[in-house]
């Protein structure tokens, strides 16, 4: 089946937290409407919307 995938960066520009995966990791949470505007976009064009 074919597939795809991105990468969503959610770095912050001065580092406050830990890396990925650490129990100090702080995402920058704006990222997460950036992803979800993708993956919405993305089901939209795959279902015929526009």
Not at 12 to 41: I, N
Request: aromatic share 4%.
């Amino acid at each position: 089946m074919p597939g795809a995938m991105f990468m969503l960066g959610c770095g912050r520009p001065v580092a406050t937290g830990g890396g990925l995966h650490t129990a100090t990791f702080d995402p920058d949470e704006d990222a997460l409407a950036v992803g979800l505007a993708v993956l919405s976009a993305i089901a939209h064009r795959v279902n015929g919307a526009t």
